[in-house]
């Protein structure tokens, strides 16, 4: 694909369930990042993964959160048991490589509500 | 990782140049400066990157002063599509994990 996608695009769920967000990196980037922006606010960074392995978690805010990725290719962030709190657009992004700031490519976010 | 500190919002009129100023008093020796753009219900994008004195793209230019503790992003004659939140970032060339500030929110009116 052209571009970084994610699904779904907005997702409403009751506190207390459980929700998957997926990302669908450019073809061959080997980074794959996660960031949570809050209404108004800036981005702040979930966890990094290079290939499939995830050499930097320190941004997930608790246990609840986990995240995982399947080779070079898709991640899935998962938040067991959401809270209001949860609520927020969850970015993923991509690069060729590891690091080099100007080259994270976004996806357009998911949506999580949670009521 | 240096932290900056821009304006919260902005607003301008269609054919103005508009200069964002960012603050990164504690920037260190390794580090770039970065500006990304984010439109409503989108991801950020790279615009512009620089370490010191003038960098010009097609998009914008950046004017980094020689002590390097500020940044200037100018957008040359804006339009209405330029509405966006603008975001300074600093950091070394392997600074995987972006530091997003809240941004300066730009609003270009006709």
């Known amino acids: 694909g052209a571009g970084v996608s994610q699904s779904p695009s907005n997702k409403v769920t009751e506190k207390g369930k459980d929700v998957e967000l997926r990302c669908d990196p450019i073809?061959?980037?080997?980074?794959l990042y996660w960031y949570r922006q809050r209404l108004g606010q800036g981005l702040e960074f979930l966890i990094y993964?290079?290939?499939?392995?995830?050499?930097?978690k320190s941004g997930l805010p608790s246990d609840r959160f986990s995240a995982e990725r399947t080779g070079e290719s898709v991640s899935t962030l998962t938040i067991q048991r959401t809270q209001q709190e949860d609520s927020a657009v969850y970015l993923c992004?991509?690069?060729?490589?590891?690091?080099?700031?100007?080259?994270?490519?976004f996806g357009p976010g998911t949506r999580l509500t949670v009521t | 990782l240096a932290k900056t500190t821009q304006p919260i919002s902005m607003d301008s009129y269609e054919g103005q140049e508009v200069n964002i100023t960012c603050s990164h008093n504690n920037i260190a020796t390794n580090d770039y400066i970065t500006w990304y753009q984010q439109f409503p219900s989108q991801g950020p994008r790279f615009i512009i990157q620089?370490?010191?004195t003038k960098v010009t793209n097609e998009v914008a230019s950046l004017f980094i002063p020689a002590d390097r503790k500020s940044s200037t992003l100018s957008l040359p004659r804006v339009s209405l599509s330029d509405t966006a939140v603008y975001y300074c970032?600093?950091?070394?060339?392997?600074?995987?994990?972006?530091?997003f500030g809240s941004g300066t929110r730009l609003l270009v009116r006709p």
């Open positions: 993964f290079q290939g499939n392995s995830a050499p930097d």
């Open positions: 970032l600093v950091g070394d060339e392997s600074s995987y994990k972006l530091i």
């Open positions: 620089g370490y010191k």
């Open positions: 992004a991509s690069s060729l490589v590891a690091g080099a700031p100007r080259e994270q490519y």
């Open positions: 073809s061959g980037h080997t980074a």
